[in-house]
Structure formats: structure tokens, C-alpha cells
């Protein structure tokens, strides 16, 4: 029997009854009664549901609650009466016409629940890292919603959020910020069980057929999106492991900083940010007594100026970690915030307790030093290695980066700049940016980030502002969320990485939303050493791929508005683009960029690769702009390093230009301007690309009709004057664009693409 959500209110003490169970069961509807009527309820023994809004249906099999993870067990008539050892409640309600409330409320310890689809369908999300030897699906993964720390290809991939999806159709997401643990290890089930004893879960149900991107978009409004970081934060952002070390004959770190921009300058190389790493402070392990080092940073306030003067932010390493003697360590100490049974004098040092209202005022107070002096954002780290209780992992990290944004946004306002950080959770997706960890510097570590970035997507880490529907984080007002990781590994050896090996990472990260780099320490690309005999090659690819990504800004900050927006991030998982074709359920090696770019990065020594193309369309190779290839189909590729396999769907339109100074200080009478590429193809007659200009609160269209060998490119107010570049049959035709908005006609075309 089918019963909507309002008769099942009516029918709940009868539900209840048949089933010998204590629970009492409403109905209770949460929103419009017309959006309530396209989602309905069947029940199933022993205490499932069936949830579905004619599109999808959404098999909640059972209810889990016990005393222990391991031993909670689905509600059932046999059971001894109860939910746990008392009554409990269990409420549903529609929100609209996608999305379910569950809510649990018991005094068993662990609450959670079950979801039944075919074995043959996949489930993805939850976690950042690509388990079970870089998977795209979490197929045969039980693990707990925690960072994960020393593992193969890349250590503390640490984004995470308590949300899955699978290809059965439909989404769930636990909003909470209490441990648990997801378990998928048997084909076609997923279980989760948190440490509470009252749970709210959302199920989340398509518009349509295989739409998987409505479910993101769902999941993002009752969770929180990223916010729009400033420009600075696309890269490329260069940093040092340790610049106190590797000076070439300099005297302080802060010349070492003036040398990278020289050379950058040199070699006409873009930049837009800088960020020190620890150590840069004095106490022990240089952190903890909020200042620079005066031996190594002599003018900090005057060298922060100059850089921002020669086009560059400048971020700083922040953790939670109280180092033994230190300022931070000591008033913890006498306070009494410190989390207990960590050992002071061991590495990790231990964390505050951020719950402590004077704990986190205190933390806030002296970490404002930093922006005070110039400073425009934090690259955050740890929170996961064993310095406070795991349970307590998700809610301290949200809290310290709260923490780290307040700081920032009290001196520059919102957007003005950028936080990062490597252990993450959704609730600080308004309030943190993410790198990926600590790739190892091998082909495998490339290999793994390419996956993780993937799978970040999947989870909302993109970039977005929060909407929240009917979740308690509501009051998030915020929004960033960008994906990146640190080209070439951060893992390395003397001899790592390899020039080819970080030739093709800097292409992935040419690709990717944020562009980072580490260099120093005997691995600067202008810098050869006898370990690390780089060529000027290398600083030519590093020149080619960060001009590219530069080029790319007005493509990646339309995204990653439409990220801020909706929440569907600019690295995308194949399946979101060409849901028709089940090869791309499983693909974790290739991505979309955006709706326009198919990107195959070369993970593997030698140059060579295969590529497959998904269904629905042609992809015409983006550097020579000669190749075409039909979806559906399969091509060995061979490449140097001066490229990546990219390729560029038919229709698309691709805003590129350069619309942010950063550090080009070498181009006389710089000035903005907007260069449109458009591809268009019979085949797809009409195309449009939702651009961002950075003062509307809406995006601009752009629209390209190709008909009978004409094409019309119409936009509006995109606030640059520049170019619009058609790719044909026969060469490249130009024509002016206007900062107003205008359109341009090209005639007598022939597609690429036909």
C-alpha cells in the first residue's frame, strides 16, 4: 500500500502497531501541501520505507539503533519492544518535492540507518580519499567519518561530509557533526551509524532521471556551499616547505620570498599569492607565540606590504596544536583547555578545546595578529593526527575554522581572502577552501590526487554560498570551497619529484580550480642540483601551464560562482555530464572541467595513455584544435609534456582573457580584457555559458546559435571589452566584443566538428 505523507500521518499508530514496536511514527508535513503530494511513502518490514517522487524511489530498508557501532541492529518486531532500552520517536516530512526529513530521537548510544539498491549500483561521496586502491565508488569501504591519516598515494585527504549518492538515483545526507561510521562493503547496501542518540537525515530524490546534479544542488542548500574567494586564490600560489632553508647565499627568508619574484618576473611567470608554511615564528616548533621570527622575517608588517605591492597575498600555517612552552601552550595550561592525556612533549602537542567559550576567544584574540600585520589568509592544517579525541575531530575542526575566517573577515571583509585547509568537514565549506593532503611525490601520489579531486566534487568541494532549507546550519552565511593539491607531491625525496612527473601534475593543476606549487628546498624548478638536475623545460612548462590556468580565470570563476550558487563544483565526475552512459560510473582517471572540458590527465610515465570519450557528443583536442573524436569511443594518445589530453566538447563556449593583474608586472599599461573561444557545431544548434563578471549578482548569458553555416554569439553585459574567437574549418575567425553587451554574427562557417 502507497500512502502520501499527509495519509501517513493519519495511519501512523496503525504502522506503528503491526510492527510491535513502541515508536511513534508521524507524518508531519514540512512544507507546501502541492510539493508533499509528489513525494510518497510505502512501508516495508521491518520498519522500512519506501520514499518516492515519481522519478526515484529511495529504499530507507531500516532504522539502526544499539548501545555499541558494531552492534546496532534495524527496528523489528523482533526485537524486545524497544529503541534501545526506551521508547523512541521517528518523524518524516517532506521539505519539497526532492527532499525527506528523517529525524530519530532514542537514548540508544548509536542511531542510524539503511539503504537497499541492486547489487550492481555504486555509491559515492562521504570521504575525500579514494579507497580500495583509488576507486571512484566507495564499493567495499567501511570506514568512520574522520580524517583519514597514513595511507597509499596521498596521507590526510581529509574532506568529508555525511553524504552519499548512488546511481540508484537518489542522495542521503546526515546533518551532523558527530562521529560515525558508513559502511559499504556489501554490494547494493549502505549502512551509517553515528555516536548520538537523536538524528536528522535528509533523502534526497532527483527532478529527473538520472539528474544527479539536482541531488547536489539539493544536498548544498540544506548543507552550505563555498564562498567566492578573491582572484588571488586561483593561482598559481607558490610556497616553501621550510623557507628558512635552501637561501642560495641569502640572507633571510624574506629574501628568499624576493627571489622567487624575480625569477617569476624573469621569466614572465604568474602569480597571485604566497603562503608560509611553518616554520616562520619563534617558540618551539615555531608556532604558538603568534609573531615572525625576527631572525627570519626582520620587517614582517614592511615585507608583507611589498608583496602585496608586487601583486601578491600572503597566507600563513595555523593549526589547533599547542606546542610545548609556547605562549598558546601556557595560558591553556594554567586554563585548563587543553584536551587531556595528550603528551605535551611528543611532536603532535595538544589541541584546545574550542567548545570552551574562553578557550576560543582567547585562540581568536592572539591569532589576529596576523591579519593585523598584512596577512590575507591561513593555510590550516592538522586537527586529525591524534591531538585530541577522535569523536571530537569533525566539531573542533569546524570550530578553529570558523575561528581562522572570523579573524580574517573582522580585518578585510568577506571575500578579501583565502583560507585553506586539509582536514575538512561540510559544515566549514562557507568558511575553508581544501587542498588535498599529503601527496607523495610519485606518479601514484598524481594518480591518487586526480581521483580525490573527483570525489571532492561529488562531496560539494568546489566552491558556494549557504542556503540552508532545514538544517541546523542555517546561520552559515558564507561561501568558498576550491579543490587543489600540491603540484609535483609534497611527500618527496632528494630526488622528487621527477621533471616529468611534475610536468604533468602542473598540468593537472592548470585544470583544477586552484593552482599551488611547492618549491625550495631543493626543488625549484629555476634551481637545478645534482639530485635534481631540472632543465629549462621545466620552467617552461611551468610558464606554459600557469598562463594557461591565468587564461582560464574568467572560465573557473563563472564555475566557481556556479559552485557558490548551486553548490556542482568545477572538477566533475564523469557521470554527472554523460549520465547515459554507464561506463562513466566507474571512471575516476578523467573528469569534466566545468560542462565544456573532458580532461585525461597522463598519470603514468612515458607520455601515453588512453583515452575514453563519453557518450553524448564530440570532443575536439583543445591544444592543436584539430583532432575530433566521437563519444562512445576509445584513442591512444601520445603527448610531451607541453600538453595535457584535453578536449573541448562540441557547442562549447570557453570565456578566457585575463581579467586579474596578479604579479605581471612586466606587461607595460596593463590592462583587463575578455577573449570569448566559442566551437561551435551543427549538431548542438543552440549553447549557452552562464558568465560571471564579478559585480552582477547574477550570471551574464552567453548564447551561440549555429544555423544554416551562420553563427550568432549574443552576451551581455560581461564588463570587459576583448575578442570573440570562432574555431572552424578553415582557421579562427575574430571579431570586437563590447563591455556592454552585444552580439556578433560570423557567416558562412563550417563546424569543426562535421
Given at each position: 500500500m502507497r500512502l502520501s505523507l499527509l495519509q501517513l500521518a493519519a495511519s501512523a499508530s496503525t504502522l506503528a502497531h503491526t510492527r510491535g514496536q513502541p515508536v511513534e511514527v508521524d507524518g508531519r508535513h514540512g512544507g507546501p501541501s502541492s510539493h508533499a503530494a509528489s513525494i510518497s511513502v510505502s512501508s516495508t518490514s521491518p520498519f522500512g520505507l519506501t520514499f518516492s517522487n515519481g522519478v526515484v524511489s529511495a529504499e530507507n530498508t531500516a532504522i539502526l539503533v544499539g548501545e555499541t557501532?558494531?552492534?546496532?541492529?534495524?527496528?523489528?518486531a523482533s526485537n524486545d519492544g524497544s529503541i534501545g532500552d526506551s521508547t523512541g520517536h521517528i518523524s518524516f516530512s517532506a521539505v519539497n518535492s526532492q527532499v525527506a526529513k528523517i529525524t530519530i530521537n532514542t537514548t540508544s548510544s548509536f542511531v542510524g540507518a539503511r539503504f537497499t539498491t541492486s547489487e550492481s549500483d555504486h555509491f559515492y561521496g562521504i570521504w575525500e580519499y579514494p579507497f580500495k586502491n583509488r576507486q571512484l565508488t566507495n564499493d567495499g569501504v567501511n570506514f568512520e567519518i574522520k580524517?583519514?591519516?597514513?595511507?597509499?598515494g596521498v596521507n590526510y585527504a581529509n574532506a568529508r561530509s555525511p553524504f552519499f549518492i548512488t546511481n540508484a538515483g537518489y542522495g542521503v545526507y546526515t546533518d551532523t557533526l558527530e562521529m560515525g561510521t558508513y559502511n559499504f562493503e556489501q554490494s547494493g547496501v549502505a549502512e551509517f551509524n553515528f555516536n548520538s542518540s537523536s538524528l536528522v537525515y535528509y533523502i534526497i530524490l532527483p527532478k529527473e532521471t538520472d539528474d544527479y546534479?539536482?541531488?547536489?544542488?539539493?544536498?548544498?542548500e540544506l548543507s552550505n556551499t563555498i564562498y567566492m574567494p578573491p582572484d588571488s586564490a586561483y593561482g598559481p600560489i607558490y610556497w616553501s616547505d621550510d623557507w628558512e632553508q635552501d637561501l642560495h647565499g641569502l640572507n633571510n627568508s624574506q629574501e628568499s620570498y624576493y627571489d622567487t619574484i624575480t625569477h617569476l618576473y624573469d621569466y614572465q611567470i604568474h602569480g597571485t599569492a604566497m603562503f608560509a608554511d611553518r616554520p616562520y615564528g619563534t617558540g618551539n616548533y615555531s608556532y604558538g607565540n603568534f609573531d615572525f621570527d625576527p631572525e627570519f622575517y626582520p620587517t614582517p608588517g614592511q615585507f608583507i606590504a611589498n608583496l602585496s605591492n608586487w601583486g601578491f597575498d600572503?597566507?600563513?600555517w595555523a593549526a589547533n596544536r599547542a606546542f610545548l612552552y609556547t605562549e598558546l601552550y601556557n595560558v591553556s595550561v594554567a586554563n585548563g583547555w587543553l584536551f587531556p592525556g595528550i603528551d605535551p612533549e611528543f611532536f603532535l602537542g595538544p589541541a584546545l578545546n574550542l567548545s570552551i567559550p574562553e578557550a576560543y576567544d582567547y585562540f581568536k584574540q592572539h591569532l589576529s595578529y596576523y591579519p593585523s600585520v598584512g596577512v590575507k589568509g591561513y593555510k590550516i592544517d592538522r586537527g586529525e593526527e591524534g591531538e585530541l579525541p577522535v569523536y571530537e575531530q569533525n566539531t573542533q575542526i569546524a570550530l578553529f575554522e570558523q575561528l581562522c575566517w572570523e579573524t580574517m573577515e573582522e580585518k578585510w571583509g568577506e571575500g578579501n581572502f583565502y583560507n585553506f585547509a586539509r582536514n575538512i568537514v561540510d559544515r566549514s565549506r562557507s568558511r575553508s577552501a581544501v587542498w588535498n593532503g599529503d601527496a607523495q611525490s610519485n606518479w601514484t601520489g598524481l594518480a591518487f590526487s586526480v581521483t580525490s579531486g573527483i570525489r571532492s566534487g561529488l562531496i560539494g568541494f568546489s566552491q558556494s554560498e549557504?542556503?540552508?532549507?532545514a538544517s541546523s546550519t542555517s546561520s552559515l552565511t558564507h561561501h568558498t570551497g576550491q579543490w587543489g593539491s600540491d603540484t609535483g607531491g609534497y611527500l618527496r625525496d632528494l630526488d622528487d619529484p621527477h621533471q616529468e612527473l611534475w610536468?604533468?601534475?602542473?598540468?593537472?593543476?592548470?585544470?583544477?580550480?586552484?593552482?599551488?606549487i611547492p618549491i625550495g628546498t631543493n626543488h625549484t624548478p629555476w634551481y637545478p642540483t645534482e639530485t635534481n638536475p631540472y632543465t629549462p623545460e621545466l620552467v617552461q612548462v611551468l610558464k606554459e601551464s600557469t598562463d594557461l590556468h591565468y587564461e582560464l580565470f574568467p572560465f573557473i570563476k563563472s564555475y566557481t560562482y556556479q559552485a557558490h550558487k548551486t553548490g556542482l563544483p568545477a572538477i566533475r565526475a564523469a557521470f554527472l555530464e554523460a549520465p547515459q552512459d554507464p561506463k562513466t560510473y566507474t571512471m575516476g582517471e578523467s573528469y569534466f572541467f566545468g560542462a565544456e572540458f573532458f580532461i585525461a590527465p597522463i598519470i603514468t610515465p612515458g607520455g601515453r595513455r588512453s583515452?575514453?570519450?563519453?557518450?553524448?557528443?564530440?570532443?575536439?583536442?583543445y591544444f592543436n584544435k584539430t583532432a575530433v573524436h566521437e563519444g562512445g569511443t576509445t584513442t591512444d594518445v601520445e603527448m610531451d609534456v607541453h600538453a595535457i589530453p584535453a578536449y573541448v566538447r562540441a557547442g562549447s563556449i570557453v570565456p578566457r582573457g585575463q581579467i586579474f593583474r596578479g604579479n605581471d608586472r612586466w606587461t607595460a599599461n596593463w590592462m583587463p580584457y575578455l577573449d570569448i573561444e566559442v566551437f561551435p557545431s551543427a549538431e548542438v544548434p543552440q549553447s549557452r555559458f552562464w558568465y560571471y563578471n564579478g559585480d552582477a549578482d547574477e550570471e551574464v548569458i552567453i548564447e551561440m546559435i549555429m544555423e544554416g553555416g551562420k553563427v550568432v554569439v549574443q552576451y551581455g553585459n560581461v564588463a570587459l571589452n576583448g575578442t570573440i574567437s570562432a574555431f572552424l574549418k578553415g582557421g579562427k575567425q575574430t571579431a570586437e566584443i563590447h563591455s556592454g553587451g552585444g552580439s556578433v554574427v560570423f557567416e558562412e562557417c563550417e563546424s569543426l566538428f562535421e
Open positions: 557501532n558494531r552492534s546496532a541492529t534495524p527496528i523489528s580524517g583519514v591519516e597514513n595511507v597509499r546534479k539536482s541531488i547536489i544542488t539539493a544536498y548544498s600572503f597566507q600563513v549557504a542556503n540552508a532549507i610536468s604533468r601534475w602542473m598540468w593537472f593543476s592548470t585544470f583544477s580550480p586552484m593552482y599551488e583515452v575514453y570519450f563519453p557518450e553524448g557528443g564530440k570532443y575536439l583536442e
